[in-house]
């Protein structure tokens, strides 16, 4: 048997021991350690499942999806009935900011709005993905721009009000891929803890790590 012929039984094997999986109709190639799943699956979950299997299986190199989804007769809904079940989905997902829309065509969802974290954006294809009904997501939720040192300073001098200009002069900001340090020497704890709520409160901010010392 060669490696590719293992390879191949491994992600069978897989498949079949998922219990969220109908592999009946699925096909599986291999190709020097690239995997191609081919056939049917009753509904979009299944075919998020079967890819995430897959991949779960040492020694792959690559995959190639080509999964259809073909709803079953009592799981068919109408573009109506599948946008009403995704908004209120999304609506009693406490992860989900408000303001993400939510339309469909052909059993197809698109998701649009923007949001401030990466997780968000995942939670909302997250809260309608075993929805009856769905074709497949097209998750166009945009994340806002990162943070950027102007909008921080901004944030910590409206923050810090009448002594804004003094204080926020004698700190030194840093970002990086999200994550913001604060160093310097502020006038008193109020205004320490001050700057490190400002700097939490910048979206895109992920992490702050506050160098600051309070000192005259």
Wanted: glycine residues 8%; hydrophobic residues 45%.
């Amino acid at each position: 048997m060669t490696h590719d012929e293992e390879l191949q039984l491994s992600v069978i094997n897989a498949l079949h021991a998922n219990p969220l999986i109908d592999p009946r109709h699925i096909g599986v190639a291999v190709n020097e350690k690239v995997v191609t799943l081919t056939g049917v699956v009753p509904g979009y979950y299944q075919k998020v499942q079967a890819e995430k299997t897959a991949l779960q299986v040492p020694g792959i190199r690559g995959l190639a999806q080509e999964l259809d989804v073909k709803l079953a007769k009592e799981h068919d809904r109408s573009d109506t009935q599948l946008a009403e079940s995704a908004a209120e989905h999304i609506l009693w997902d406490m992860a989900v900011p408000a303001g993400i829309a939510v339309t469909t065509e052909g059993g197809w969802l698109t998701l649009s709005g923007t949001v401030q974290w990466p997780y968000q954006r995942l939670a909302a294809e997250h809260a309608v993905h075993r929805l009856y009904g769905l074709k497949g997501i097209m998750n166009h939720v945009v994340v806002k721009q990162e943070a950027t040192l102007e909008h921080i300073k901004t944030q910590i001098e409206d923050t810090l009000k009448l002594a804004a200009q003094r204080e926020a002069d004698r700190i030194d900001v840093r970002v990086n891929d999200g994550v913001v340090t604060l160093r310097g020497v502020v006038q008193g704890w109020s205004e320490k803890n001050d700057a490190v709520r400002a700097a939490w409160a910048t979206p895109g901010v992920s992490k702050v790590d506050n160098f600051l010392e309070v000192g005259v």
